[in-house]
């Protein structure tokens, strides 16, 4: 499975932008990069996905860069309501079906 | 609309006994997928159901199993409870299972099991 590799934890002041990194160095040609976001012990949340050109919705945008080995996700107007674990993710084939492959991902604190 | 839906939302078992979990997917999704997720990990895939057939099996042991009804809805069972059983179960569905790569999956509040 491709493995994503994120920091552990990241701070940002409100009304700011958050800028999550995600390194994602074995990813195949043919594997979308999705993000979702977890509130304490909610189900996931999707925020965006995309395969190799930058991507925005009304939640986030997503870069990725030219040779697909690294994503940032941009959240532009940070809010305390953006506080929450943010999950990269490649999103794998396996033998007909799909799966998200979690790691531990990154825990986005919003400061007042 | 209403989202996926799963029940219950909290359940206690002691070790040793069975449980079944339900999941209810978006109106029109065909696909239904479960995922354990341990306190302070990401969540796990356990089982990918589509068309009432499985489709992708996590490497989780015997003991756990799966099933979908006509109607999508789908079933997640735990025969012979351990502690590390205690988790939260994530229910995600799926619109359709062509150009599966490219769709997103909306996941449920949860069941959080406990086991004693």
């Known amino acids: 499975d491709a493995k994503t590799t994120q920091p552990p934890s990241m701070d940002c002041a409100e009304g700011r932008a958050a800028n999550l990194p995600c390194n994602h160095s074995t990813i195949s040609g043919n594997e979308y990069v999705y993000w979702y976001r977890q509130i304490h012990s909610q189900g996931p949340q999707y925020i965006i996905h995309?395969?190799?050109n930058n991507e925005t919705n009304e939640m986030a945008s997503l870069i990725i860069t030219e040779d697909r080995k690294s994503s940032t996700l941009i959240l532009p107007h940070a809010t305390l309501r953006d506080t929450a674990v943010y999950y990269c993710?490649?999103?794998?084939?396996?033998?007909?079906?799909?799966?998200?492959?979690f790691g531990q991902g990154t825990r986005l604190t919003i400061n007042p | 609309d209403a989202g996926v839906t799963q029940s219950p939302t909290h359940l206690i078992k002691t070790r040793g006994q069975h449980v079944t979990l339900r999941c209810s997917p978006i109106?029109?999704?065909?696909?239904v997928s479960w995922y354990q997720q341990v306190l302070g990990q990401g969540p796990q895939f356990i089982f990918q159901y589509y068309e009432k057939e499985e489709r992708g099996r996590g490497n989780f042991p015997d003991r756990f199993s799966a099933r979908q009804f006509p109607n999508y809805s789908s079933e997640l069972n735990v025969n012979a409870l351990l502690l590390g059983d205690s988790a939260l179960y994530l229910c995600?569905?799926?619109?359709?299972?062509?150009?599966?790569?490219?769709?997103?999956?909306?996941f449920g509040p949860g069941t959080r099991l406990t086991v004693t």
């Open positions: 109106s029109g999704h065909k696909s």
């Open positions: 995600a569905s799926s619109p359709t299972r062509l150009n599966f790569l490219r769709y997103e999956q909306y």
């Open positions: 995309g395969l190799k």
């Open positions: 993710i490649v999103r794998v084939a396996l033998q007909g079906a799909q799966k998200l492959v």
